[in-house]
């Protein structure tokens, strides 16, 4: 959920809690006539009626209506198009996204040469982040004095594998994608190539007992640069590093709007 959001939620409970007292007081001077009018047996057999239209439970239809606010909200703010930063990303033609809905990860491949590049990142990391935010904002706002942070200053991790068709084994970089620039944590190698790339529990519990290789800021400073230079030729640079941020919010604000529509579904069953 984005910052807005989180912000929409704290002031709607304090209109809801202004908007209950007003409730109450109307309640204790309009129901004694209403129940006069109205006969017990007639509006026991509707609140019966509701609940099983809306599963066994009491609360369910309650339930319901606050998720089809939230969703209505969402989706009233949705784009009916991709926006601009993806559309851009993709017309230059470098990278293949490969982004399935539920899925939290996110992998984009290319080819460069004989090598098959694998750059995979989750939003896993983002939904903490956003947490962080929403609590700390009143606190934020008063340090800024003006100044904007920096846009998507929170870390993702990102792992990149590349394999070549000319040659077994392969190389996995573990990064993190943070203000526009990858920081290299490790540099590992494997010399099965299906062992460093499959995704499957099997191969990771295999992965966790091979030497991964040293950590990347004690390698020689020559040996670095170089390495960060062999990233950069392969397309993991600077644009990329912002792209991912980008996506990964949009992405999860696609899969919040997904969860809701399916968690109303499940309780109005």
């Keep these: 959920m984005s910052a807005l959001r989180t912000l929409r939620q704290l002031t709607a409970t304090s209109t809801r809690a202004f908007a209950a007292r007003q409730v109450s007081t109307v309640s204790r001077r309009v129901l004694p006539t209403l129940g006069a009018r109205v ?31 939230e969703l209505k909200y969402e989706k009233e703010s949705e784009q009916s198009h991709p926006p601009d930063f993806l559309t851009a990303f993709q017309a230059q ?19 460069f040469g004989n090598e098959n590049v694998r750059l995979m990142f989750s939003i896993a990391d983002i939904q903490a982040e956003e947490e962080d935010f929403a609590s700390n904002e009143s ?81 020689d400073i020559g040996v670095q640069e170089e390495f960060e230079k062999f990233l950069q030729e392969r397309g993991v640079n600077e644009h990329v590093a912002l792209f991912i941020p980008e996506y990964a919010e949009y992405k999860e604000q696609n899969e919040y709007v997904k969860w809701l529509g399916n968690v109303k579904a499940f309780v109005d069953q």
């Excluded at 609140?47 to 319901?64: I, K, M, N, Y």
């Design 39 to 69: 006969s017990a047996p007639q509006n026991i057999r509707t609140l019966s009626v509701s609940a099983r239209r809306l599963g066994e439970g009491a609360t369910d239809l309650a339930l319901s209506q606050k998720l089809q606010e």
């Design 93 to 111: 033609g470098v990278w293949e996204i490969q982004d399935v809905l539920g899925n939290d990860e996110v992998t984009l491949t290319r080819k």
């Design 139 to 219: 606190e934020s706002d008063a340090d800024s004095e003006g100044e904007d942070d920096p846009l998507n200053s929170y870390p993702i991790r990102a792992s990149l594998s590349i394999t070549k068709t000319t040659a077994p084994g392969c190389l996995n970089v573990d990064m993190v994608c943070q203000e526009g620039h990858f920081v290299v944590e490790n540099v590992s190698f494997y010399n099965d190539a299906k062992l460093g790339t499959d995704l499957t529990a099997e191969s990771d519990w295999k992965r966790r007992g091979t030497y991964i290789g040293p950590q990347f800021d004690t390698l």
